[in-house]
Each structure stands twice: as C-alpha cells, then as structure tokens.
C-alpha cells in the first residue's frame, strides 16, 4: 500500500496555471506559526549577513585590491552560476533527505565561504571563496523556500511573502550600513561578520524549524526532475525571469561601481542601499496590497519589471549622486512589486510531489540571468568608462527589462491555452 505523508496546501491558482485539488496538511496552527517566526528570523540573520558583504566586494576588491572590474565581475558571476545553478540539486536533497538537514550544511558552508574572503588577496582565492559560498547557497536555498512552501497555505502564502520581503528590507536597511562602519576598520571584519550571521542560522534551524518532508511519497529523482521538464509553462516562466535578474544583480555590481563614481567616496554605496531597503520598508507591504486591489497577480509582476528596467535605464541621464538616488529608488520600487509576486508564483506553480526541485529548478534563472548580468554589468562599465560611452551600459540594462516584461506579459494567456 501507497505511503503518502502529505504537508502541502497547495493550488495552483495563478495567471499561469489551472487549479489542481487541495493537498490535505498534517500541521497543526502552532508548528506552521512557530516554523514561520523561526523563518522570519533566519530571513532576518540571511539577509543581513550577505547585505553587509556582498554588495562591498566589488568596492573593495576593485578600488582597495586593484584588481579589473571586470575580474570581480567574473568572480561575482561564478557564485551565481555555481549557487543558482546547483540550487536544483539542493532541492533534490531536500525532497529526499528533508528541509532542515540541508539548510544546516548549506548555512555553515555560506559561512566558511565568507570567512575565507576575508583572507582572498588575489583573484584565485576570491574565485575559491566565492565557490564555497555559493556551495553553502545551493544547499540551502530551494529547502528555505521549500519550506515556506509548506508551512503556508495558498490563502497565507502571499501575506507572508509580503511580510517576509518587508523583514529583508528592514535587514537589508541595517546590513550595508554594518559593513560600510566594519569597513572602515577592516574589511576581514565585514566578512567575518556576515559569516556569524549564517553560523547562527544554523542554530535556528536546528532547534526552531520543525522537521518537514516536502513531497507526498519516495520517488526517484529522474521522476521528480521529468516532472519539471514536462511542464512547459513552468519552463518558459523560468527561462523569462533570466531578463529579470540580467537587471536586478546590477545593484551588486555596477550600481556600487557607479555610486563611488559620482560621490567620490565609498560610503555612497551604504546610502544607496539604505535608500533603498528603506523604501521597501516603507511600502512593501502596503504598496502590493493596493497593487492586489487593482491588478491580477501576472499584471503586477509584468508591472514590477517593466519599472525596473525603465529605473535602470534612466541612470543613463544621471550626471549626479542625487539624479542616481532618484533612479535607485524607481528601481527599488519595481525590485517591491517583483520580488513576493514572483516568489508566490513559483511556489503556486510547482508540483506539490516535487517542491524542492521544482524551485530549485526555478533558480536557474537567477544562475544564468545572474551570472550574464554580472560579467556584463563588469565588462560594460569598464568599455563605456573606455569609450566614452556613459550611457551604454543602462541602455542594454533597459532593453533587457522590457523584452523580458514582454514576454511575461504575453506568456500567461499562452499558458492557460496550452494547459
């Protein structure tokens, strides 16, 4: 007789996809409550440990370090890729060895990575640094999500995406301005920082994170991946957000790059993302519920990067700092609008008999849009600072976005045909 262990409840109500019957859910209220606050939290300790960090590599390793931008461009892009690309096989593990055992491996890696690039000096140890880290990533990411997943119903998920989203931009508000203060001390203390942060989510997971088994019953990882593979509107979804995230990473890499310029100093790049997670702050939660009001789930996403793209490429008419901030904050208001709609669609879309790897498939497309998008953001603003060409690099970013905006818009009507 058939095993099933169900914990999902999960419909596939979208603007991509058709509802399919409701999963029956074994959770009481109190684990499903005490497993989202604990999710909140290592949100919180996630977030701000990469946001003290990450957005500093690039500013130290090319004005500090003296290396190529283009060098920590490529670096920044080969964590993406590795994470982002290996996030499928992290999901596998975690549909079938559970959550909270790959999120713990995933976090202590995340944090042997980032110690170790506090002692990279040249470009081959940041590239090492930047693996482990990225391998601590691909562990731990489709199980976070995954787990949202199933401690949420389709009713609370979006509400809680929001409310997820909102603890990010608190958390992003306070990282960047840690690791600009710890930067002036040292930059080995930003990076060992930023790895307590992950060392103490594995705490969290460990003794707050009920045990969790993502998919209704053992069944092979061929299955599970031929499962994806098979779902063509899943695909096309995925292959599109590639243009999304081409265009969001620029924050890492060629916005830092930009502020310093225009400021003359590096404390510019902590204002730029404290205006930045403080608007999210502010309206996340209140602007996607107007949003909700007025336009389908589909419509808002489509909105939310057309806005981005159009954000990026009016930095092309920013001569100042300030010009720059207004453009940041256009780009921060669609990041407001894409972010928790799209985390919602994926979890809405995915097979319920194959969570982890449905969204760790969904990742590919921040590991190749990522990755193109960083060794491009790099190479572009080394070639127009070369040519003379200021406004090529926000052009293409521009383009990017809405080609991609397009194509969202035009795949939901598609999808409902095909299905």
Partial sequence: MRRTVPVLAVQRRSDFRLPVPRAMTVLSDQVRKRGLNALLAYTFLMVVGFAMLMPLVSVHFVSNAGMAAAVVGGALALRQMTQQ????????????????????????LRAAGFASLAFADDALMLCVAMVVSALGGALFEAPYQAAIAALTTEETRPRYYALSNWVSGIASTIGPLVGVALLHVDFQMVCLAAAACFALNCGIALWMLPPLEIQEAP???????????????????????????????QINISFPLLAERLSGNQDSVGIMFALSAGL???????????????????QILVLGVTIIALGAGAIALAHTFAAFLVCVAAFS??????RPTMQNLIASMANPQAMGTFLGFSSLSLALGGAIGNVAGGWLVELSSARQWPQLPWMIFCAVG?????????????AREAT
């Fill in 85 to 108: 690309g290996l996030a499928l096989v992290g999901g596998m593990l975690a549909d079938r060895f559970g959550v909270r055992p790959m999120i713990c491996l995933g976090v202590l």
């Fill in 219 to 249: 069944q092979a990882m061929t299955h599970r991946l031929g499962l994806v593979t098979r779902d063509r509107p899943f695909l096309l979804f995925t292959g599109l957000m590639m243009g999304y995230w081409f265009v969001a990473v």
């Fill in 280 to 298: 999210t702050v502010l309206l996340q939660y209140h602007l996607l519920r107007v949003a909700e009001r007025w336009l389908s789930t589909q």
């Fill in 333 to 338: 208001v669609g990041a407001i609008l894409v």
């Fill in 402 to 414: 809405l080609l991609s905006a397009f194509g969202l818009f035009r795949l939901a009507p598609r």
